[in-house]
């Protein structure tokens, strides 16, 4: 759906869409209703899902209805059943618009299905933030303004849940290895997160562990790998291995970089960095892909403030090099000649990709 229907189901500016996966078992369809929200402090409390699409043409088979809950209050308790019925109109469209022709959402791949049915509670609904389906990827519009808020919904999370993939047999060290730390996008999701969860196979561990001794790393990640099989059992080698991994990780030194910031800026609510930190940002993340050419900015947009943040509006209509000069004419003198360089740096990396 990309035509002038799209503003029938195109969520306004600061509207966003949760999502509840419906519990089953192990087996069982996956099937999930979406809601509509214009409130982070109102809204139920749920996980943001981080994770890679994978391949886009392997299509996931989940079905997708509308939830006939009422949403966060409105502007008055007058207008609350109005409100209500428009929303479940507008999702209703949304949910007819993405439909394939088994009934199954068209947005989800292979890998989602996989996430959310590691995700899904056989006893009760769980509620999850996941883009393939709370944003229309179909429409630019939408999706321009989904991603002016991306910070906020990964904030306002309870917790993100990052999916790496399944395994028979797991080992910890392969880790190092699957897309979903090759992305760019995870670099703002890790950073805004209140706490981060990181699943590979069937086990888990918090983020923040990795950065530990082993002694918290064997409390946290032991009692599951004991359950497992051998194949699994996490030794110092393992450990030293991944706590290395960690060390060199992009989204580590980001956030470094931004609590180095926020050090500095004591009395500052801000917690972001300012438009001299840009070049330092992109060079961090240079290994890292994603997608959408105009994303290699987008993504990491949220860690900004000032011109950065406000004056360039997300727009998925807009040229790479409109961008671009947009970015060297904002960072000013001082580091325009090497901003031009890294990206165009990054464009022969994304050519050669």
């Known amino acids: 759906m990309v035509d002038d229907e799209d503003h029938l189901t195109?969520?306004?500016?600061?509207?966003?869409?949760?999502?509840?996966?419906?519990?089953?078992?192990?087996?069982?369809?996956?099937?999930?209703?979406?809601?509509?929200y214009r409130s982070f402090t109102r809204c139920p409390s749920y996980e943001a899902l981080s994770y890679a699409w994978g391949d886009e043409?392997?299509?996931?088979?989940?079905?997708?209805?509308?939830?006939?809950?009422?949403?966060?209050?409105?502007?008055?308790?007058?207008?609350?059943?109005?409100?209500?019925?428009?929303?479940?109109?507008?999702?209703?469209?949304?949910?007819?618009?993405?439909?394939?022709s088994d009934g199954t959402f068209s947005g989800c791949t292979r890998n989602c299905e996989n996430a959310l049915r590691r995700f899904r509670l056989q006893d009760k609904p769980r509620t999850l933030w996941v883009d393939?389906?709370?944003?229309?990827?179909?429409?630019?519009?939408?999706?321009?303004?989904?991603?002016?808020?991306m910070g906020h919904i990964y904030h306002y999370a309870d917790r993100v849940i990052v999916y790496s993939g399944q395994a028979e047999t797991p080992k910890w060290t392969n880790l190092l290895s699957p897309p979903y730390f090759q992305r760019l996008w995870p670099v703002?999701?890790?950073?805004?997160?209140?706490?981060?969860?990181?699943?590979?196979?069937?086990?888990?561990?918090?983020?923040?562990?990795?950065?530990?001794?082993?002694?918290?790393?064997?409390?946290?990640?032991?009692?599951?790998?004991?359950?497992?099989?051998?194949?699994?059992?996490?030794?110092?080698?393992?450990?030293?291995?991944?706590?290395?991994?960690?060390?060199?990780?992009?989204?580590?030194?980001?956030?470094?970089t931004v609590e180095d910031q926020r050090e500095h800026?004591?009395?500052?609510?801000?917690?972001?960095?300012?438009?001299?930190?840009?070049?330092?940002?992109?060079?961090?993340?240079?290994?890292?892909?994603?997608?959408?050419?105009?994303?290699?900015?987008?993504a990491v947009q949220s860690l900004f403030y000032g011109e950065l943040y406000s004056n360039i509006w997300p727009d998925y209509g807009k040229r790479l090099r409109d961008l671009h000069e947009e970015l060297v004419k904002i960072v000013g003198l001082g580091n325009k000649e090497e901003l031009r360089d890294l990206l165009n740096l990054r464009l022969r990396l994304r050519l050669a990709r």
Not at 270 to 294: F, H, Y
Request: proline share 4%; aromatic share 8%.
């Open 188 to 256: 703002q999701e890790l950073l805004h997160a209140q706490k981060i969860r990181l699943y590979y196979g069937n086990s888990s561990i918090d983020w923040d562990v990795l950065s530990s001794d082993y002694e918290a790393w064997k409390r946290d990640v032991g009692p599951m790998d004991r359950c497992s099989t051998a194949s699994t059992a996490v030794g110092p080698s393992d450990f030293f291995e991944l706590r290395r991994w960690y060390l060199r990780q992009p989204a580590r030194r980001v956030r470094l």
């Open 132 to 149: 393939a389906i709370c944003i229309n990827q179909k429409d630019k519009v939408e999706r321009s303004r989904q991603v002016q808020i």
């Open 265 to 298: 800026e004591r009395l500052s609510s801000v917690g972001r960095l300012d438009k001299s930190q840009l070049v330092t940002i992109l060079r961090m993340t240079l290994a890292l892909s994603c997608k959408e050419p105009l994303d290699e900015f987008y």
């Open 10 to 36: 195109r969520l306004a500016i600061g509207e966003f869409r949760i999502l509840t996966i419906h519990p089953g078992s192990p087996q069982a369809a996956v099937k999930c209703s979406v809601r509509i």
């Open 57 to 100: 043409k392997d299509h996931g088979i989940v079905y997708v209805s509308v939830d006939k809950e009422r949403g966060d209050d409105p502007v008055s308790k007058e207008d609350l059943h109005k409100v209500a019925l428009a929303d479940q109109m507008r999702v209703y469209r949304y949910i007819y618009d993405n439909l394939t």
